[in-house]
C-alpha cells in the first residue's frame, strides 16, 4: 500500500497527526530515504519532548543505520540546539518536533551538513518520492554491506557556550525576567544559557510535557501569553519571554506586559549585528516585516533585502548574500554566525544585552524601533483564493499612488499604508497584513480590505 504524504510533506518539513498519518514504520523509511537523497554517510538526530519523539527518532535512526549511515543521538533538545550540532559536527539532522502544534502531531526538520535547509526545492520532494515508492515495494538492499553505527553524545553545554560567545553580556546591569517555556524545550535550554548572568530567573512551565497542560506552545497566539503578561506584571520583571514548542522561536514583552512586535526585535538586534560588523552588512527580511526594518537597517549603515515568507527562502537569501542576520514577522531570527539557521535564543541574548546596557526601560528602548502600526497576520477562509487576489487587484488598480507587486501573494502600498494578502499553502485561507503609518489608517485599510476578502 502507497502511503498518503499529500497532507504530511509540507512546503519546509514533514508534519502531521500520529499515528493518524504517520508512525514509526514510516518514520524508518524517512531515514532511509533522507540518507540515500543527501548521501550522508553520517547524521545527527534530536527530539523534542512529545511522547511520540523518542521512538520516531529512533525509527527514523534505525532507517538510516540500514543505508549504512553512522547516527550520532543527541537526545532532547531544541529545534536550534539540533542546528547547533549539525553545523558544528558538519553532519545533516533531523529533528523530531511539531513546534506548536498540539499533542497529537509529531514532524520532522531536516537539514544537510552546516544546517542547510531541506525544502521542497531542496530536496523534500525527491525523500517523498522515495518515501511512496519504498511504502509500497520496500526499501531495496543497501549498497552498504554494514549498517551504520548509533552514538550518543550531549551538546547542550557546547550550544550554549557557542550562543554566549556571539553577544557580550559581560556588562549588563541585573535584570528580573519571567521566562514562559510552555511545557516545551524551553525548560530545558533556558537554565543552561542564562545560568551564570545577572538574572533573576523566574521560570513559567518549564516542566517538559508534550501535552501542553498550560496553554498551547504558540507565543504568537495572544491567549497564550496570558499567564506570562500577568507574571511580570505581579512581579514587576523588566520584561518576559515566552519560547515556542521546539523553543526556536522566541516572543518578547515588556515591562507593562505589552508585547513587542517581532519587527522591532529584528531591527533591534539588525542594529546590533551591523554594529558588531563595523556597520556594514545585508540584513535579510520577509516582505511581512514592518516599513521599521529596513528604514532601521539602512540607518545603521547597513543593506536590507526583501525576500518571500519562510525560512527556506530567507535561508536561501542569506547564504546568496552573506547575509549577517535576517528576520521574520514571525519570530525567527536567522544569524550567519549560526550557520544561517534560526535561534530565538540568540535574539533573547541580543535583547538581554541592549536593556542591561542602558537604564531605561525596555518598553522605552524599542520604541525607536516600532514606527508604525500594524495588523497582525488575519486569516479569511476563502474557497476561491484566486478569485478574490484578482478582485482586489481590480478594486485597488484605478486608483493613485498605488503599486503591486507579487513575490509572495499581493502587496499593495500607498503613501501612508500597505497590505499583503497571501493564500495558504495547504489551507483555504488568504492571510492578510497590514500596516500604516497611523492605527485609523491601519484600521480602515484593513476593514476595507476584509471587505472585499469576504464578499
Same mark, same amino acid.
Given at each position: ?7 504530511? @510533506? ?96 509529531? *514532524? ?116 497564550n501569553i496570558i ?50 560588523? *563595523? ?29 518571500? @515568507? ?63 502600526? *500594524? ?54 485561507l488568504l492571510r492578510?497584513?497590514?500596516?500604516a503609518r497611523d ?17
Amino acid at each position: 500500500m502507497v502511503a498518503d504524504l499529500s497532507q504530511l @510533506v509540507k512546503a519546509y518539513d514533514v508534519r502531521g497527526v500520529v499515528p493518524d498519518q504517520w508512525d514509526e514504520p514510516l518514520a524508518e523509511l524517512f531515514g532511509a530515504a533522507f540518507v540515500q537523497v543527501t548521501e550522508a554517510d553520517a547524521i545527527v538526530i534530536g527530539h523534542d519532548m512529545r511522547p511520540s519523539s523518542p521512538g520516531l527518532a529512533a525509527a527514523f535512526a534505525r532507517g538510516a543505520t540500514g543505508r549504512g549511515a553512522d547516527v550520532t543521538l543527541i537526545g532532547l533538545c531544541s529545534t536550534d540546539q539540533l542546528y547547533y550540532a549539525s553545523g558544528a559536527l558538519d553532519l545533516p539532522g533531523a529533528m523530531f518536533t511539531a513546534s506548536h502544534n498540539p499533542a497529537r502531531y509529531n *514532524g520532522i526538520k531536516l537539514c544537510r551538513a552546516g544546517a542547510a535547509p531541506v525544502g521542497q526545492d531542496t530536496g523534500l520532494t525527491e525523500i517523498r518520492t522515495l518515501v511512496e515508492k519504498w511504502s509500497e515495494h520496500g526499501i531495496p538492499e543497501a549498497a552498504a554491506a554494514v549498517p551504520g553505527t548509533v552514538t550518543e553524545r550531549e551538546t547542550l553545554n557546547d550550544y550554549a557556550a557557542h550562543l554566549l560567545g556571539l553577544v557580550d553580556l559581560s556588562g549588563i546591569r541585573p535584570l528580573k525576567i519571567v521566562v514562559d517555556a510552555g511545557n516545551g524545550m524551553g525548560g530545558h535550554t533556558v537554565p543552561t544559557v542564562f545560568a551564570g548572568l545577572p538574572l533573576d530567573l523566574v521560570p513559567m512551565y518549564f516542566e517538559l510535557d508534550g501535552t501542553f497542560p498550560n496553554h498551547e506552545a504558540n507565543p504568537l497566539d495572544p491567549k497564550n501569553i496570558i499567564d506570562l503578561r500577568a507574571r511580570v506584571l505581579a512581579e514587576e520583571a523588566d520584561l518576559g519571554l515566552a519560547f515556542d514548542g521546539d523553543a526556536d522561536r522566541c516572543f518578547v514583552v515588556d515591562e507593562y506586559g505589552d508585547g513587542v512586535s517581532p519587527s522591532a526585535i529584528t531591527s533591534l538586534v539588525a542594529a546590533r549585528e551591523l554594529a558588531r560588523n *563595523g556597520g556594514k552588512g545585508t540584513v535579510i527580511h520577509n516582505l511581512i516585516t514592518s516599513w521599521s526594518v529596513p528604514e532601521v537597517v539602512r540607518e545603521n549603515g547597513g543593506t536590507p533585502v526583501r525576500t518571500r @515568507v519562510g525560512h527556506s527562502f530567507i535561508k536561501a537569501e542569506m547564504a546568496a548574500h552573506g547575509a549577517i542576520f535576517g528576520g521574520e514577522h514571525s519570530a525567527h531570527y536567522y544569524f550567519r554566525d549560526f550557520w544561517n539557521a534560526d535561534t530565538g535564543m540568540l535574539a533573547a541574548l541580543h535583547v538581554l544585552a541592549a536593556l542591561g546596557g542602558q537604564e531605561g526601560p525596555l518598553s522605552g528602548l524599542v520604541e525607536r524601533y516600532d514606527r508604525y502600526t *500594524g495588523s497582525g497576520e488575519i486569516n479569511s477562509t476563502v474557497t476561491d483564493q484566486a478569485g478574490r487576489l484578482s478582485a482586489i487587484k481590480a478594486a485597488y488598480g484605478g486608483r493613485d499612488d498605488i503599486r503591486f507587486d507579487e513575490l509572495d501573494g499581493l502587496t499593495v502600498t500607498s503613501g501612508d499604508w500597505w497590505f499583503n494578502l497571501r493564500a495558504s499553502n495547504t489551507e483555504p485561507l488568504l492571510r492578510l497584513n497590514v500596516e500604516a503609518r497611523d492605527g485609523k489608517t491601519m484600521e480602515a485599510v484593513r476593514d476595507e480590505v476584509l471587505a472585499l476578502v469576504r464578499a
